[in-house]
């Protein structure tokens, strides 16, 4: 099973080899934000909250989610490797 950390590696790895950006975002003073912003071709920004294979969101974390989905902001909850895979299917890239 992969920790967490590896898991955040493997998913910015896959982003930038699609030419695309996988920021690391520490919010100071606005806690619960995701944890990487994918900068991605034309124009697409994803958010995506890394959790080990059996995390669960914390209630804010939940709420912040909410908040930029309201706004319409696409956002990703992923879990392991094969949900990492999944997106980066999903995104137009390969495995």
Same mark, same amino acid.
């Given at each position: 099973?992969? &920790?967490?950390?590896?898991?955040?590696?493997?998913? &910015?790895?896959?982003?930038?080899?699609?030419?695309?950006?996988?920021?690391?975002?520490?919010?100071?003073?606005?806690?619960?934000?995701?944890?990487?912003?994918?900068?991605?071709? &034309?124009?697409?920004?994803?958010?995506?909250?890394?959790?080990?294979?059996?995390?669960?969101?914390?209630?804010?974390?939940?709420?912040?989610?909410?908040?930029?989905? &309201?706004?319409?902001?696409?956002?990703?909850?992923?879990?392991?490797?094969?949900?990492?895979?999944?997106?980066?299917?999903?995104?137009?890239?390969?495995?």
């Amino acid at each position: 099973m992969m &920790k967490e950390s590896q898991l955040e590696k493997r998913l &910015k790895d896959k982003v930038e080899q699609l030419g695309g950006l996988c920021f690391k975002w520490v919010s100071p003073g606005k806690r619960g934000v995701p944890d990487r912003i994918c900068l991605l071709a &034309k124009g697409r920004t994803i958010f995506v909250e890394m959790k080990a294979p059996n995390g669960k969101l914390s209630p804010l974390q939940k709420k912040r989610i909410q908040e930029l989905e &309201k706004l319409g902001h696409e956002v990703r909850v992923l879990y392991t490797k094969q949900t990492i895979d999944e997106f980066i299917r999903e995104i137009g890239g390969e495995v």
